[in-house]
């Protein structure tokens, strides 16, 4: 079940829409964020806020997927190649992201509390989250 957008309001509905409309007129090819703002119309803020909406609309709608890239901006509808190459990206960076949580934050809060079962029990449960994304982005 997608969740629901912080920006779901009836304008970023309106920008949702304005930017499907420029994304499909763009493809095959995609549009950076400079180009978006450009093409719709829409001021930065407005596109960010679309953006975000039109992600929650593609879950509700199951139509194809938005992506982002460096080289080609945003896509619609992209390649199977391009879809894994976005997803592998985007887990490797929450990885990332994961495991400086757990070196940083975690692990000194079980040394100053060695013996807190709250800490035991966050430990056990994200090693077994890292592990999981570490197969994927690996495989």
């Not at 095959?28 to 829409?42: E, I, K, M, V």
């Not at 407005?46 to 593609?58: E, F, K, N, P, T």
């Not at 807190?116 to 090693?127: E, F, R, Y």
Request: charged share 20%; with cysteine.
């Amino acid at each position: 079940m997608p969740r629901a957008s912080r920006r779901g309001g009836d304008a970023a509905k309106r920008h949702a829409d304005t930017l499907r409309f420029v994304l499909l007129e763009a493809r095959p090819a995609g549009l950076l964020f400079h180009q978006l703002t450009r093409a719709s119309d829409l001021s930065p803020s407005q596109v960010r806020a679309g953006l975000a909406c039109l992600r929650d609309i593609i879950a509700e709608s199951g139509w194809p997927p938005l992506i982002w890239t460096r080289a080609d901006g945003y896509l619609l509808g992209a390649e199977p190649v391009a879809l894994q190459a976005y997803e592998r990206a985007v887990l490797t960076g929450k990885l990332t992201e994961f495991r400086r949580f757990l070196t940083g934050t975690v692990a000194p809060h079980a040394t100053a509390h060695p013996g807190d079962k709250w800490v035991k029990h966050i430990i056990a449960q994200l090693n077994s989250i890292e592990s999981t994304l570490d197969l994927v982005v690996s495989s």
